[in-house]
């Protein structure tokens, strides 16, 4: 079992930055990728980042990229998500997911592990 607890979020106005945290423990030898994702109320799990377990390659979402970055903490086994230049647009609960197997990592489908999320609102 792997265990995933988000921390981070807040309210800011449009052009702040934050970075959220996730703390990975349990059995994490298995662990292929860590992700980010974003879900607004009656919308679909959103792809944001994701960072290979071993190894810290990392891929951004185009919709993101340059505003947002993904890294790891290896000693902590924790997985961040820088935000800056932050819009409206962004608002939504943040999760962070582990995954197993070579399957897409841009899939939340492919996930088998979540946090519970962290709200992230930015005003305009």
Same mark, same amino acid.
């Given at each position: 079992? =792997?265990?995933?607890? +988000?921390? $981070?979020? $807040?309210? =800011?106005?449009?052009? !702040?930055?934050?970075?959220?945290?996730? @703390? @990975?423990?349990?059995?994490?030898?298995?662990?292929?990728?860590?992700g980010?994702?974003?879900?607004?109320?009656?919308?679909?799990?959103?792809?944001? !980042?994701?960072?290979?377990?071993?190894? $810290?390659?990392?891929?951004?979402?185009?919709? =993101?990229?340059?505003?947002?970055?993904i890294?790891?903490?290896?000693?902590?086994?924790?997985?961040?998500?820088?935000?800056?230049?932050?819009?409206?647009?962004?608002? !939504?609960?943040?999760?962070?997911?582990?995954?197993?197997?070579?399957?897409?990592?841009?899939?939340? +489908?492919?996930? !088998?592990f979540? $946090?519970?999320?962290?709200? =992230?609102?930015?005003?305009?």
């Open positions: 079992q =792997v265990h995933l607890a +988000e921390s $981070g979020g $807040g309210r =800011v106005q449009a052009g !702040a930055s934050l970075r959220l945290s996730c @703390v @990975v423990a349990g059995s994490t030898g298995d662990i292929t990728s860590v980010w994702f974003r879900q607004i109320p009656g919308n679909e799990r959103e792809f944001v !980042a994701r960072i290979t377990w071993n190894g $810290g390659h990392t891929y951004v979402d185009d919709s =993101v990229k340059g505003r947002f970055a890294s790891r903490d290896n000693d902590a086994d924790t997985i961040f998500l820088q935000m800056n230049d932050l819009r409206p647009e962004d608002t !939504a609960v943040y999760y962070c997911g582990a995954k197993r197997g070579i399957s897409s990592s841009i899939n939340p +489908e492919y996930y !088998a979540w $946090g519970q999320g962290t709200l =992230v609102t930015v005003s305009s």
